[in-house]
């Protein structure tokens, strides 16, 4: 009986455990751009083994709009610089039925848009998908 309770109790705390993730902010209006129609479902990725570095935060992946399409760009490990906060991207449709979009991307304290962190171990895609950087909303 007690390996059972050891094997439930290390699985409870395995499917409990989370990633560190970056500070997140609302996207600002003004990162908002008009599309002609919405970005795809989020694609699946692996998350590689955390590196040993405490700083490190795991930032998703996302679309990005490349002027006809949208383009998945992976996410990742990455050491954010102090004050500064992520904004996943988002859609949404105003009133008059215009789609809005704004990719992801960081801020620092003042709300101003920041160079982002570079990935230092990047997400993988998984082995029964095509490489997401290929994928469109096409």
């Given at each position: ?18 990633l560190p993730q970056p500070r997140q902010a609302a996207s600002p209006a003004d ?30 992946g996302g679309w990005t709009w490349r002027g006809r399409y949208f383009v998945w ?66």
């Amino acid at each position: 009986m007690r390996p059972l309770l050891m094997t439930y109790g290390l699985c409870a705390a395995a499917c409990g455990a989370s990633l560190p993730q970056p500070r997140q902010a609302a996207s600002p209006a003004d990162s908002f751009i008009e599309v002609p129609y919405p970005p795809p479902a989020a694609l699946s990725e692996l998350v590689p083994e955390r590196p040993a570095r405490k700083d490190l935060v795991f930032q998703d992946g996302g679309w990005t709009w490349r002027g006809r399409y949208f383009v998945w760009r992976r996410g990742g490990w990455v050491a954010p610089a102090p004050g500064t906060r992520f904004c996943p991207w988002s859609f949404h449709y105003l009133d008059d039925g215009r789609a809005l979009f704004s990719p992801s991307h960081w801020i620092d304290a003042q709300g101003l848009a920041t160079r982002p962190p570079v990935i230092l171990v990047p997400a993988v895609t998984p082995p029964n998908e095509v490489t997401a950087e290929f994928q469109s909303g096409r």
